[in-house]
């Protein structure tokens, strides 16, 4: 187990120790059969990682501020910026040498550019990994008419080809997005996108074959959360919002969701300052 709690130490984040839980965690397994963990922080901006047996983590020189969409992939962690311009951090390779024991700790690698697109192209784009696949899922402009898929390897190659299929499977799009079979959800077939319409404030299947709209479910999640018992789908869609399901409450767009015991020991004093003093952190 890692002691992340001797970073925030030697720096002034230790204050402020709320704003650091927004993390993207990552794994990866080098073929030397050495574990990497890297976080993605994104109040701060930074990455950090480790491997096993480190006594600390070491943290970027440099800062990202696109970290508040970051996506564990492959043992790195991939974001878009609002111009779309989707990029990786790749983890740290480390190399055992022959005869030594330890291994020397490399620095962070910045975020690798590998895609472009423009906002005209995809509307509010949201990544998410679909059977070992990035795909930019989004709408097909400001109309918020339709919703357009994208594969990451087709953008890479500068190629804008639609996905018109995503076989049997169900995207639900938010804060954080996911991909479930749709036999968990007999009201909701496959090649089907669940999202929260920007436009029409209600919670919406969007069918990917046909192009058309229709209600994901009962309840109505703008004003309040719909009332209890709840549909799976609120429940998988409430996933989506960590801010909702780590508390135990279904996801509703109008309300802000508040710890109901030791909240004072959850987000800290009400007095702290918005930001983060940086004078500690590696420049």
């Not at 291994?103 to 949201?126: D, G, K, M, N």
């Not at 076989?167 to 669940?194: E, Q, T």
């Amino acid at each position: 187990m890692y002691i992340f709690t001797g970073w925030m130490y030697n720096t002034s984040a230790t204050r402020f120790s709320h704003q650091i839980r927004k993390i993207c965690a990552a794994v990866d397994v080098a073929d030397e059969g050495i574990v990497t963990v890297m976080l993605a922080v994104e109040k701060i901006g930074r990455v950090a990682f480790a491997a096993a047996g480190d006594d600390d983590w070491v943290i970027s020189t440099w800062k990202e501020n696109q970290l508040d969409n970051a996506l564990s992939f492959q043992g790195g962690s991939c974001m878009w910026d609002g111009l779309i311009h989707v990029s990786v951090i790749d983890p740290p390779r480390r190399r055992r040498r022959e005869g030594e024991e330890s291994v020397a700790q490399p620095p962070v690698p910045p975020p690798r550019r590998i895609a472009t697109c423009s906002s005209e192209e995809i509307h509010l784009p949201s990544l998410v990994e679909l059977d070992s696949e990035l795909m930019l899922v989004g709408y097909n402009g400001s109309s918020l008419s339709r919703i357009l898929v994208l594969r990451l390897a087709d953008l890479a190659m500068g190629m804008i080809v639609p996905v018109a299929n995503i076989g049997d499977h169900v995207l639900f799009i938010g804060a954080r997005s996911l991909c479930i079979s749709p036999g968990w959800l007999p009201s909701i077939g496959g090649n089907s996108i669940v999202c929260f319409h920007a436009g029409e404030n209600y919670l919406a299947q969007y069918h990917l074959g046909t192009g058309s709209w229709s209600p994901a479910s009962d309840g109505q999640l703008m004003l309040s959360p719909p009332s209890h018992p709840c549909s799976l789908i609120h429940h998988i869609f409430t996933c989506c919002y960590r801010q909702f399901w780590n508390k135990g409450l279904i996801f509703c767009s109008e309300s802000e969701p508040e710890w109901w015991a030791m909240r004072k020991y959850r987000y800290g004093e009400n007095l702290l300052p918005e930001f983060i003093e940086e004078e500690n952190w590696p420049s």
